[in-house]
């Protein structure tokens, strides 16, 4: 079984000031995590993915993740926030390989409030 | 430009009708998938297709349906036995092949059930 938890259901930053969302994960496999953004009624767009090639990840936009293993984390940041990043963003694990319903468990979402 | 296109943006049915949300690819992708969005609840699987002409229930299956008759395309039925059908509801895909790849999201279909 796997499950993902994003431990804030909202996030409020000034613009210019750093960004983190938080995510941690449990899974019985090694996983595959995502961050996903949503802009208002709007599809999800893949920010950036772990494949186990680097702990750190760089996404879009300056986004990056770091996955630690020993927390079970893949905190999402961002150096200095833009008033376009206002949005909800889901983390996502991939903890079986492949088969059934893709093996995708998503987080509830964390909405990101820029403040001017 | 290839992607996932979904129709029509807004829906509005009277209860007890059924209505087809539409869902196309050109991402040449096997599989597809429907999931619906509450406030609040992220993202829920209705319904999973990793081939033509099969297709697998998801977690909240019930009161909807699904075909697959062409790779393209993915239609959702939300059928009048579908208790709480008002929601935005995503259409994605995914090229299945190893262990790394992602889902494409669709913009999204939000019902009104009245």
């Known amino acids: 079984a796997q499950s993902v938890t994003q431990l804030d259901s909202h996030v409020s930053v000034s613009e210019g000031t750093p960004v983190l969302l938080r995510c941690n994960y449990s899974s019985s496999y090694s996983p595959s995590l995502f961050w996903y953004v949503q802009h208002p009624n709007k599809g999800l767009q893949l920010l950036l993915k772990?494949?186990?090639?680097?702990?750190l990840v760089k996404g879009i936009n300056g986004f990056e993740a770091e996955f630690k293993k020993s927390e079970t984390s893949f905190h999402l940041t961002k150096p200095s926030a833009h008033m376009s990043d206002a949005a909800e963003y889901f983390c996502v694990v991939r903890g079986s390989p492949g088969g059934g319903a893709d093996g995708l468990t998503f987080g509830k979402g964390t909405h990101l409030i820029i403040q001017p | 430009d290839g992607g996932i296109t979904q129709s029509p943006k807004y829906l509005f049915r009277k209860e007890g009708q059924n209505v087809t949300l539409s869902c196309e690819q050109n991402l040449n992708h096997d599989a597809m998938y429907w999931y619906r969005q509450d406030p609040g609840q992220g993202l829920r699987l209705i319904y999973y297709?990793?081939?033509?002409?099969?297709?697998q229930k998801g977690d909240i299956a019930e009161g909807y349906s699904v075909s697959r008759e062409k790779k393209e395309s993915f239609p959702l039925t939300v059928t009048s036995a579908q208790k709480n059908p008002t929601a935005f509801y995503l259409c994605?895909?995914?090229?299945?092949?190893?262990?790394?790849?992602?889902?494409?999201f669709g913009p999204g279909t939000r019902l009104t059930v009245t």
């Open positions: 994605a895909s995914s090229n299945n092949r190893g262990l790394i790849y992602e889902q494409y």
């Open positions: 297709s990793q081939i033509v002409n099969d297709f």
């Open positions: 772990y494949t186990s090639a680097a702990t």
